[in-house]
């Protein structure tokens, strides 16, 4: 809620004495002792809230008088005014009343009180200064894909301090965790599970390569605190409301509707085997018979012997995450793109049958992170997409910059090429997809109908379709020769993050942020099957050629086969 102004004034609590109520159901462990990033997990969760509302992110319970806590959040995940809710560690659902919310001058934090009669534990937070170059961290939160339907998992992730920097509305400290959008204002946590910072912002590292993140020091957030007084929400104003989303206006056909019948099991394909990828997170995967490669969050590539669930070779490829790859036509190429802005081109046979790994051409026009490649069906060029809003085309024997392809008003997601080479399609956050001639650059058709941003795209064997998954929930079909929709498909409650299609055309297999991967029947958009199992977002999918297989990664850190019987 909105306009509403009160001067209440409450006293400085003390800040240990109900923070260290969570390690109830931990071991005992001396002060000095790590952690295990499952115990910090566990602490994390207990503390992290979920903010909701114009902008949203996530934020830390801090502090509590009477029956108002206090959420330490990033400003910018609630400086748009409006209605927000604080979703709790157990779900429960806390009304904000805006009004409330205190801004901390000259950094990117603010405090949001809400009232209930439950009750949470508190943060520890402690001395920032105890962390140095080289210290292990955790950044926490709930990140999203932008779905409406907000499915959101909570996640937490390890990484080291890089450095600190001069301030930039207040953040100083730079660290290498995997983050994404929706883990703003999340807790920054030491090896035994205290708050030292508050998460905020991505941005590029000392080498312009890297992208890192950056997080503002519980230190200076104190600072403020011990001279200032916050408000205690009112009585009369805590009663919890809610409020519907907005309806989304589209202009793709209505939705099939899933088929409820089958959603809880399916008999095609089985769990043949589980891997566990000690690199962390599964960002992208593709199949190579008799292999599956993986592009891992840790920067690191893993090849899997689909047969036995063994790891055939593993090697780091770049310094932050792998965000997508792609394998040439004939099987011999692999390109891996990052966060660090580059694509690396490997020998992909030398690389699997000897101890060698032959780096082909590392390509780095781009000026951030590439989040898609694909190879042109004759291997000859690779196009890729990227946060700098652009698709550049490569010479894949040389390494060279063919054309840069101008179009999008922000980050090219996904990139698929027709099986002829003619036409490249390209998916982006500005919510369309447009369709280009591969060979000169032109800009045929833009189309529009997802009500959010583009995740993926893939294009059937036969060069008639074009599929389009979306963090609006839904999968749309496109007639590729007509720039028509076709029809849509709904069943996913959270976005699609990855979309291929069988090679005898039949079949749409799709992955989901609401940790499904299903099945349609490409022709008719019936949902045929539903594979359930990753206990997280699940990032990417591929099937083999013969359709025998069908692979998955996620953020679970596992690699899932899929085998029919």
Do not use: C
């Not at 999918?541 to 899932?560: A, L, N, Y």
């Amino acid at each position: 809620m909105t306009g509403l102004t009160f001067t209440l004034v409450l006293s400085f609590p003390v800040w240990s004495q109900e923070a260290d109520h969570r390690f109830s159901d931990l071991p005992h462990l001396p002060q000095q002792l790590a952690l295990t990033p499952t115990d910090i997990n566990k602490i994390a969760s207990d503390i992290t809230v979920r903010i909701e509302g114009p902008k949203g992110g996530s934020g830390v319970i801090i502090e509590k008088q009477e029956n108002t806590y206090y959420i330490l959040t990033n400003w910018h995940v609630v400086s748009q005014v409006g209605d927000y809710e604080i979703v709790t560690p157990d779900g429960q659902r806390h009304s904000v009343y805006y009004s409330l919310i205190r801004q901390i001058p000259g950094l990117d934090l603010a405090v949001v009180p809400f009232k209930t009669r439950s009750r949470y534990p508190l943060a520890k937070l402690t001395n920032s200064d105890s962390v140095d170059e080289g210290s292990v961290v955790y950044v926490a939160g709930w990140p999203r894909s932008a779905s409406t339907l907000g499915h959101r998992l909570f996640l937490s992730t390890k990484g080291t301090v890089e450095y600190r920097q001069k301030p930039r509305q207040g953040y100083t400290l730079v660290y290498n965790n995997l983050v994404r959008s929706g883990m703003s204002g999340g807790p920054v946590l030491n090896e035994v599970g205290d708050v030292i910072g508050i998460n905020g912002i991505v941005q590029l590292g000392v080498n312009p390569d890297q992208i890192v993140s950056a997080g503002i020091e519980i230190n200076q957030f104190l600072a403020w605190r011990q001279a200032t007084t916050l408000p205690i929400v009112p009585e009369r104003l805590a009663a919890q409301s809610s409020s519907s989303p907005p309806q989304m206006t589209s202009n793709l056909p209505p939705a099939t509707p899933a088929n409820r019948s089958i959603v809880t099991g399916n008999q095609t394909y089985a769990l043949a085997t589980s891997l566990e990828e000690s690199s962390g997170e599964i960002l992208s995967i593709e199949i190579v018979p008799p292999y599956a490669i993986t592009g891992n969050s840790n920067g690191s590539i893993s090849v899997w012997n689909l047969a036995t669930g063994g790891l055939r070779k593993t090697w780091k490829g770049h310094d932050s995450s792998i965000n997508a790859i792609a394998v040439s036509p004939n099987g011999q190429i692999l390109a891996t793109a990052s966060d660090d802005g580059s694509i690396k081109l490997w020998d992909l046979t030398t690389a699997i049958n000897t101890d060698t790994l032959p780096l082909l051409h590392t390509l780095k026009e781009h000026s951030n992170a590439v989040l898609s490649v694909e190879f042109s069906p004759d291997g000859r060029k690779l196009a890729s997409g990227s946060w700098d809003n652009m698709i550049m085309i490569w010479d894949t024997q040389t390494g060279e910059l063919l054309n840069t392809l101008i179009g999008h008003s922000q980050m090219v997601s996904a990139i698929a090429i027709s099986p002829d080479g003619t036409i490249l399609a390209s998916g982006s956050k500005d919510n369309t997809i447009k369709i280009w001639n591969l060979e000169t650059g032109e800009l045929i058709h833009t189309l529009t109908g997802h009500t959010l941003p583009i995740l993926s795209l893939a294009i059937s064997p036969d060069g008639k379709v074009l599929a389009s998954g979306s963090a609006d929930s839904t999968i749309a079909l496109w007639d590729l020769q007509t720039a028509q929709p076709i029809r849509r498909m709904s069943g996913h409650t959270d976005g699609v993050w990855s979309v291929v299609i069988s090679a005898d055309n039949r079949t749409l297999v799709s992955g989901s942020w609401d940790r499904t991967v299903k099945l349609w029947d490409l022709q008719t958009g019936e949902l045929k099957g539903n594979l359930t199992g990753h206990s997280s977002y699940v990032n990417t999918v591929d099937i083999s050629p013969d359709g025998q297989t069908i692979v998955s990664g996620g953020w679970d850190g596992q690699v899932k086969i899929w085998q029919k019987p």
